[in-house]
């Protein structure tokens, strides 16, 4: 710890009011009953500070770990969002400082240095080769966690919501790096904290390459383009249409399936373990219709087309996945696709996010997300069935190229196991609902949608 207790302490103590109005926050859902630090290292003392805080939210029965960054400066603050202010009683301004560049250069330089001070460590990567003095730039879209852009070279990642022991994404993009996957961004370094005598990671160090191409934006670029098209042509006339990448993609997706088997290895799923899926998805299903009307209405039907998995074929083949796949989890070089944030789906527990599955989990929430790129229009139009059809259409073709890509690479189409596939995409779809009643009402639509789209082409 540092000698700045007080001020950890004072800073704690504005957070009930702050931290709700922050996007990476998740509990949004609840009251915050405390919050109170954990941990506090200065990284730069005097003026301007730069303080790395851990702090325990309790909610209910929920207690979470976040990290902070926490600047302050004497003379003027820097331009940073006015939601980065932190006021405090004495009248002292600090801020949340991810968004202040001068001060973010540090984290870079200390990786690069191997340095360690108080409870925290920096390390590169064996062989990594790191460009110092370079200011961190945040980016702005992400939603759980922050990252910073260093110059065109180097992309860190800062975990905001902590879990014990090594991070499940460091963990996976160090095993495929090691096979010379080429579907990833090589790893370069971390950060990592010892809390309760346990390191934890906090931070990620990866390659960054400026010239990618969002995945979401993409395809919503296309969605658009096929929308606004006054001719009415289907969307494999265009020439905008995404399904050659859906393709390509889920030839990517099915190569790293195979690379993290081969590198983590697999285990086979027997009758009880599928039955405790189930229970898992009828579990999510009973709580969150009870916080959602519009679900509870579906919840009855919904049941049986959950209870089908019960009828797969045991044993299920079960490994690490991604456990959070949609299109804003990918990015497209020139060399190819490739697939970021292995950490699993932010409401779901550390032990959650490292439990092995069935690698249609990612397949599912991949088709999820081209329901939402076809359906992102229809936030606010839901009563519109012609924009609905063609919207329906395009998501229709780029989920078949997406599963023909993935079956080219596993020789197996994932479609050929329906009732797993349809029961993995339902409880996808449940989450959404859950997700978006708490924090997005408008697009409420989008999961609803599917849910009753599935269950029409299940009748």
């Known amino acids: 710890m540092s000698g700045h207790d007080e001020l950890a302490a004072e800073v704690a103590a504005a957070l009930p009011q702050w931290l709700p109005s922050q996007r990476w926050f998740g509990g949004k859902d609840r009251e915050i009953d405390s919050v109170s630090p954990v941990s506090w290292t200065t990284l730069l003392d005097g003026d301007p500070l730069l303080l790395h805080l851990i702090v325990r939210v309790e909610q209910g029965d929920r207690r979470d770990l976040y990290q902070l960054l926490i600047g302050s400066r004497q003379s003027q603050l820097p331009e940073v969002p006015a939601s980065a202010s932190i006021g405090l009683e004495d009248g002292r301004t600090c801020y949340e400082a991810s968004g202040d560049a001068d001060l973010t250069a540090c984290l870079l330089d200390l990786i690069a240095e191997g340095a360690r001070i108080g409870s925290m460590s920096f390390e590169h990567e064996p062989g990594a080769e790191l460009t110092t003095g370079l200011r961190g730039h945040p980016i702005t879209s992400e939603q759980s966690n922050t990252s910073l852009v260093y110059g065109h070279h180097h992309i860190l990642k800062l975990f905001r919501k902590l879990g014990p022991g090594v991070n ?67 969307p494999e006339e265009l020439g905008g249409d995404f399904a050659g990448e859906a393709y ?128 992102q229009l229809l936030v606010g139009h839901p ?49 959404e609902v859950s997700y978006e009643h708490a924090n997005r009402p408008d697009w409420l639509t989008v999961p609803m949608a599917s849910i009753e789209r599935i269950l029409s082409e299940g009748e």
């Not at 191409?213 to 395809?219: F, I, L, S, T, Y």
């Open 168 to 234: 499940k994404d460091l963990v996976l993009h160090r095993a495929l790096h090691e096979l010379g996957s080429q579907q990833i961004a090589e790893p370069l370094g971390s950060i990592s904290a010892e809390i309760d005598g346990e390191d934890v990671t906090i931070g990620m160090l990866q390659r960054f390459m400026p010239d990618a191409a969002d995945g979401w934006v993409m395809a919503t670029t296309s969605v658009r383009d096929f929308m606004a098209d006054p001719t009415g042509l289907p």
């Open 248 to 375: 390509r993609l889920g030839k990517a997706v099915a190569t790293v399936h195979a690379d993290l088997a081969r590198a983590l290895g697999t285990e086979q799923a027997g009758a009880d373990d599928v039955r405790r899926t189930l229970d898992s998805m009828l579990e999510r299903l009973e709580r969150v219709s009870a916080q959602v009307p519009a679900l509870a209405q579906h919840a009855d039907a919904l049941r049986p087309v959950l209870e089908r998995i019960t009828g797969v074929a045991v044993p299920v083949p079960t490994q690490s996945v991604h456990g959070d796949l949609h299109l804003g989890q990918v990015l497209r070089t020139v060399h190819g696709w490739l697939l970021l944030d292995f950490e699993g789906e932010p409401a779901a527990s550390v032990a959650e996010r490292s439990a092995l599955a069935s690698p249609l989990r990612d397949v599912a929430s991949m088709l999820r997300s081209f329901d939402y790129a076809a359906q």
């Open 383 to 431: 009563d519109d069935p012609e924009r609905t059809a063609s919207a329906m259409s395009w998501a229709r073709r780029n989920r078949a190229a997406f599963c023909d890509g993935y079956g080219k690479v596993a020789g197996q189409d994932p479609r050929d196991s329906a009732d797993l596939l349809s029961a993995l995409e339902l409880d996808k779809a449940v989450y």
